[in-house]
């Protein structure tokens, strides 16, 4: 049963950066689409990123296009999310995601669409 752990979060002030890291244990993840999705306090969870299967597509959310960059790899089975000129309003908890379905085509940003979810980390932004 493979389980996605995530780390790097922490405390930054406003203009910062983070990299999150998501690791795969008890397997790979090399065959499944990767998404972040964050949720604020008070907020319902909300996409951040994508990655496919292959690394060769990602998408953002219109908010964190530019500042943030997510990417995989392979051989260490993680995905990684570097998030640069981070704002008060990117705080939240931060959760990594897997779309098990092998291969599949299309890189969805719906929630639905993940189903193996890590226990998610905490990213705070503040002066």
């Known amino acids: 049963q493979v389980q996605l752990v995530e780390s790097g979060g922490g405390l930054v002030q406003p203009g910062g950066s983070l990299r999150l890291s998501c690791a795969a244990s008890?397997?790979?993840?090399?065959?499944?689409?990767m998404g972040w999705f964050r949720q604020a306090p008070g907020k319902e969870r909300e996409f951040v990123a994508a990655v496919s299967w292959s690394g060769g597509s990602t998408r953002y959310a219109d908010s964190v296009k530019g500042r943030f960059t997510l990417s995989r790899d392979g051989a260490k089975n993680t995905v990684y999310l570097q998030m640069n000129s981070l704002k008060p309003e990117d705080t939240a908890v931060y959760y990594c995601?897997?779309?098990?379905?092998?291969?599949?085509?299309?890189?969805?940003?719906?929630?639905?669409?993940?189903?193996?979810w890590g226990q998610g980390t905490q990213v705070a932004v503040s002066s």
């Open positions: 995601a897997a779309d098990t379905r092998p291969f599949r085509v299309v890189l969805s940003s719906q929630e639905v669409r993940y189903d193996l």
């Open positions: 008890g397997g790979t993840f090399n065959n499944y689409h």
